[in-house]
């Protein structure tokens, strides 16, 4: 074979020059068969020999040798060494200029070789690139998209295989396939060829590629893509071609528009039906797929519309199956129905009839399953939906009677930081207005120690930030000396001080407030503090900055004239010259501003 082969490639650099004889026709069969017997091999033949720079010749005039070399040329460019070597060759542009013929056999063949030759080579794409392959091919596409005969049906699988080769991994390019308009053609696609597997998954696999891309998500919006994949999702059985619809759909449930037609298309039963089919598997492709299906569904809630549509008033049968993901033995569910009620609980209306309905009590068997050794996230995702059902003022008291608190606080010695997060935020939620909780929560020493302890997590600004609100809270909602008491023997205080000093207005405010009601309340026990946080020189810098806002200058004064009954602040406060600076805020353009440096202007007066 290797002599014939030899003696071919020999003949067919004596005989190129003539394209349409019959002596080249019959190197070109000789060639294809030793490919066909060892691809690498021949292909290392062909490239030693110097056939390659033959080629552009031979594909130059249209005769029954054209579909041959252009065979030949997808052959060879199987093998990732002889993609460069196409390229080099000069073998984009006579190939392109092919894809103008009619002939379907070369348009196959082009086709194949333009879309290996770009499988994974930069040279190739950008080649093909140059030379306006894509945007013939994507003509092409359109053009035949309403024929289904067999033949037809396999030049639009290899045309489809090219764009997707010469667009993957590649932003740019994916981008100029979608500003051509390609997705509507290939949803078309779906739809007209729903019988033919390997051109719909062609079409897959490009939509899995393309979907990525944001530009991408508005154009699939305006066609009918959410039922075609439902469609075809329903009459899948195979867990790889649900897969394959599963990476679509991830990608293009991110867009509000197309979460709710993918919810009226009917993806949630299709869902639900797969969790149900997989929930009990131990089989490792069952476990995966119930993990994408229950993560799409939560996907699908994050969009307020879609969200809505499936809540139905609490009445839905969708929330209500959600619902009892929560209770299974199942983490995977567990998680997915904790986030679900977390995302479902985006607006009051929602919050309220949720609690009202018992939720409450079934988020909080669920992390008591979860206390020792539990899994982390669960716990994120369960404190997560409490926090969120914690915002609505009338819930705080029901969730508070319920017993929240005190559940939450079993995760206070969790080492998580995503755990800590959402535990805080869930505390602070629930005692927002309610002085009473606030008074509890802020004398019970374990906790405002723990505090204390995750206001120096500097590697978790999170946790750091949530611990520093909820210590503001519970002195800003409580106004009790027990609770200010607390928190100065835990060493509360310094941290207070520093969270004035935030780059966040709202932190910033909250820490004033509370340091103004540590002074009211205590100030005798909180002085030393005061004094080694440098409160007095913190309260200059605020009044004395342009950059801060009116209610800071303002609370600022406040506390000013708070800390002026100690005798070593009084004195730090004389040292600044504070009147200097509060005189002249008295003619600050905000007039509650300007009214609190008079006062404050006279009580440093009075005391000077």
Same mark, same amino acid.
């Given at each position: 074979?290797?002599?014939?082969?030899?003696?071919?490639?020999?003949?067919?650099?004596?005989?190129?020059?003539?394209?349409?004889?019959?002596?080249?026709?019959?190197?070109?069969?000789?060639?294809?068969?030793?490919?066909?017997?060892?691809?690498?091999?021949?292909?290392?033949?062909? *490239?030693?020999?110097? @056939?390659?720079?033959?080629?552009?010749?031979?594909?130059?005039?249209?005769?029954?040798?054209?579909?041959?070399?252009?065979? @030949?040329?997808?052959?060879?460019?199987?093998?990732?060494?002889?993609?460069?070597?196409?390229?080099?060759?000069?073998?984009?542009?006579?190939?392109?200029?092919?894809?103008?013929?009619?002939?379907?056999?070369? *348009?196959?063949?082009?086709?194949?070789?333009?879309?290996?030759?770009?499988?994974?080579?930069?040279?190739?794409?950008?080649?093909?690139?140059?030379?306006?392959?894509?945007?013939?091919?994507?003509?092409?596409?359109?053009?035949?998209?309403?024929?289904?005969?067999?033949?037809?049906?396999?030049?639009?699988?290899?045309?489809?295989?090219?764009?997707?080769?010469?667009?993957?991994?590649?932003?740019?390019?994916?981008?100029?396939?979608?500003?051509?308009?390609?997705?509507?053609?290939?949803?078309?696609?779906?739809?007209?060829?729903?019988?033919?597997?390997?051109?719909?998954?062609?079409?897959?696999?490009?939509?899995?590629?393309?979907?990525?891309?944001?530009?991408?998500?508005?154009?699939?919006?305006?066609?009918?893509?959410?039922?075609?994949?439902?469609?075809?999702?329903?009459?899948?059985?195979?867990?790889?071609?649900?897969?394959?619809?599963?990476?679509?759909?991830?990608?293009?449930?991110?867009?509000?528009?197309?979460?709710?037609?993918?919810?009226?298309?009917?993806?949630?039963?299709?869902?639900?039906?797969?969790?149900?089919?997989?929930?009990?598997?131990?089989?490792?492709?069952e476990i995966a797929q119930l993990k994408t299906a229950s993560d799409l569904m939560v996907l699908l809630l994050l969009g307020d519309e879609s969200m809505q549509k499936l809540?139905?008033?609490?009445?839905?049968?969708?929330?209500?199956?959600?619902?009892?993901?929560?209770?299974?033995?199942?983490?995977?569910?567990?998680?997915?129905?904790?986030?679900?009620?977390?995302?479902?609980?985006?607006?009051?209306?929602?919050? @309220?009839?949720?609690?009202?309905?018992?939720?409450?009590?079934?988020?909080?068997?669920?992390?008591?399953?979860?206390?020792?050794?539990?899994?982390?996230?669960?716990?994120?995702?369960? *404190?997560?939906?409490?926090?969120?059902?914690?915002?609505?003022?009338?819930?705080?008291?029901?969730?508070?009677?319920?017993?929240?608190?005190?559940?939450?606080?079993?995760?206070?010695?969790?080492?998580?930081?995503?755990?800590?997060?959402?535990?805080?935020?869930?505390?602070?939620? *629930?005692?927002?207005?309610?002085?009473?909780a606030a008074d509890q929560l802020g004398t019970k020493q374990k906790l405002v120690e723990r505090l204390v302890e995750w206001c120096e997590a500097k590697d978790h600004a999170?946790?750091?930030?949530?611990?520093?609100?909820?210590?503001? !809270?519970?002195?800003?909602?409580?106004?009790?000396?027990?609770?200010?008491?607390?928190v100065i023997q835990c060493g509360g205080v310094k941290h207070l001080v520093t969270m004035a000093t935030s780059e966040h207005m709202i932190m910033q405010n909250e820490a004033?407030?509370?340091?103004?009601?540590?002074?009211?309340?205590?100030?005798?026990? !909180?002085?030393?503090?005061?004094?080694? !946080?440098?409160?007095?020189?913190?309260?200059?810098?605020?009044?004395?900055?342009?950059?801060?806002?009116?209610?800071?200058?303002?609370?600022?004064?406040?506390?000013?004239?708070?800390?002026?009954?100690?005798?070593?602040?009084?004195?730090?406060?004389?040292?600044?010259?504070? @009147?200097?600076?509060?005189?002249?805020?008295?003619?600050?353009?905000?007039?509650?501003?300007?009214?609190?440096?008079?006062?404050?202007?006279?009580?440093?007066?009075?005391?000077?």
């Amino acid at each position: 074979m290797a002599d014939n082969l030899c003696e071919a490639l020999k003949t067919l650099k004596l005989s190129s020059a003539d394209s349409a004889s019959d002596s080249v026709e019959s190197c070109l069969d000789c060639l294809l068969k030793a490919l066909a017997q060892n691809n690498v091999e021949s292909s290392e033949k062909i *490239l030693e020999m110097g @056939i390659l720079p033959l080629m552009p010749s031979l594909l130059a005039t249209q005769n029954s040798c054209t579909p041959k070399v252009a065979n @030949i040329i997808a052959e060879v460019a199987k093998n990732e060494f002889m993609r460069s070597p196409c390229v080099e060759a000069g073998l984009i542009p006579p190939l392109v200029q092919l894809l103008n013929c009619k002939d379907q056999e070369v *348009l196959l063949q082009t086709g194949r070789a333009l879309g290996n030759i770009c499988y994974d080579s930069h040279e190739g794409r950008s080649a093909v690139d140059e030379a306006g392959g894509a945007q013939i091919v994507a003509e092409h596409i359109k053009a035949l998209a309403d024929n289904t005969d067999s033949a037809t049906g396999k030049l639009l699988t290899v045309f489809c295989g090219m764009l997707m080769n010469y667009s993957n991994d590649n932003d740019t390019l994916q981008a100029q396939l979608i500003s051509m308009g390609v997705i509507p053609t290939l949803v078309k696609l779906l739809g007209v060829h729903s019988q033919n597997t390997a051109l719909t998954e062609m079409c897959l696999i490009a939509f899995g590629n393309l979907a990525e891309l944001e530009s991408s998500k508005e154009q699939f919006a305006s066609t009918n893509i959410a039922e075609e994949l439902v469609r075809m999702f329903r009459k899948q059985t195979e867990h790889e071609k649900k897969e394959m619809i599963f990476e679509v759909l991830a990608p293009l449930a991110e867009n509000d528009v197309i979460k709710l037609q993918l919810v009226e298309a009917g993806l949630v039963e299709c869902l639900l039906d797969v969790v149900g089919q997989t929930v009990e598997s131990d089989r490792e492709e069952e476990i995966a797929q119930l993990k994408t299906a229950s993560d799409l569904m939560v996907l699908l809630l994050l969009g307020d519309e879609s969200m809505q549509k499936l809540f139905e008033g609490g009445k839905g049968s969708v929330f209500q199956r959600v619902l009892s993901w929560v209770p299974s033995n199942n983490h995977q569910l567990q998680l997915a129905g904790a986030l679900a009620i977390a995302n479902f609980a985006r607006n009051d209306g929602n919050c @309220i009839h949720m609690v009202d309905t018992g939720i409450v009590q079934m988020l909080l068997e669920l992390l008591d399953r979860h206390v020792e050794e539990g899994n982390v996230t669960v716990q994120h995702a369960a *404190l997560s939906a409490l926090r969120n059902l914690a915002i609505p003022v009338v819930n705080k008291s029901k969730m508070l009677t319920a017993g929240v608190a005190d559940v939450v606080l079993k995760f206070l010695k969790s080492e998580m930081p995503p755990v800590q997060f959402k535990l805080l935020g869930t505390l602070r939620m *629930l005692i927002d207005t309610q002085a009473d909780a606030a008074d509890q929560l802020g004398t019970k020493q374990k906790l405002v120690e723990r505090l204390v302890e995750w206001c120096e997590a500097k590697d978790h600004a999170g946790v750091m930030g949530e611990s520093n609100r909820l210590l503001s !809270a519970l002195i800003r909602h409580s106004k009790s000396k027990d609770v200010v008491r607390s928190v100065i023997q835990c060493g509360g205080v310094k941290h207070l001080v520093t969270m004035a000093t935030s780059e966040h207005m709202i932190m910033q405010n909250e820490a004033l407030v509370a340091l103004g009601l540590i002074a009211a309340l205590d100030l005798d026990s !909180a002085e030393k503090d005061f004094v080694g !946080a440098t409160l007095v020189q913190v309260l200059h810098k605020l009044l004395t900055e342009e950059k801060s806002a009116p209610e800071i200058k303002y609370n600022s004064m406040i506390l000013i004239c708070s800390v002026m009954g100690s005798e070593p602040l009084h004195k730090e406060v004389q040292s600044l010259a504070f @009147i200097d600076v509060v005189s002249k805020l008295r003619s600050h353009e905000n007039k509650t501003v300007a009214h609190q440096a008079s006062l404050t202007e006279q009580r440093l007066t009075a005391q000077s």
